[in-house]
């Protein structure tokens, strides 16, 4: 079983930065594939990044450039640096936990544990 807790959401304005965090229960967080997903209202929750147990990363395209996931697995933190923040980028940022350690997993199916979300809101 793994816990999974966000932070570092909030109120931003356009072109602004943020670093949400994501903290982990358990000893064996350094074999899971780390995931960001996103929800605005109205919509499907979508992909935005992914690191793998090895560090390969994964990305939403129109985020690639903006976006940076990173972790640190002394810490069982798993990092999405976001610049340049946009309007469009307002949603509730969900951290996920994928057991299989695998890179290229884009889809909410893929993974096992989900965290309860931090929202960001990009607003001038």
């Known amino acids: 079983q793994v816990q999974l807790v966000e932070s570092g959401g909030g109120l931003v304005q356009p072109g602004d930065s943020l670093r949400l965090s994501c903290a982990a229960s358990?000893?064996?967080?350094?074999?899971?594939?780390m995931g960001w997903f996103r929800q605005a209202p109205g919509r499907e929750r979508e992909f935005v990044a992914a690191i793998s147990r090895y560090g390969g990363s994964t990305y939403y395209q129109l985020v690639k450039d903006r976006f940076s996931i990173s972790r640190d697995n002394a810490a069982n933190t798993v990092y999405l640096q976001m610049n340049s923040l946009k309007p469009e980028d307002t949603a509730v940022y969900y951290c996920?936990?994928?057991?299989?350690?695998?890179?290229?997993?884009?889809?909410?199916?893929?993974?096992?544990?989900w965290g309860q979300g931090t929202q960001v809101t990009v607003s001038s």
């Open positions: 996920a936990a994928d057991s299989t350690g695998l890179a290229y997993r884009i889809r909410s199916s893929d993974y096992d544990y």
């Open positions: 358990g000893r064996t967080f350094s074999r899971y594939t």
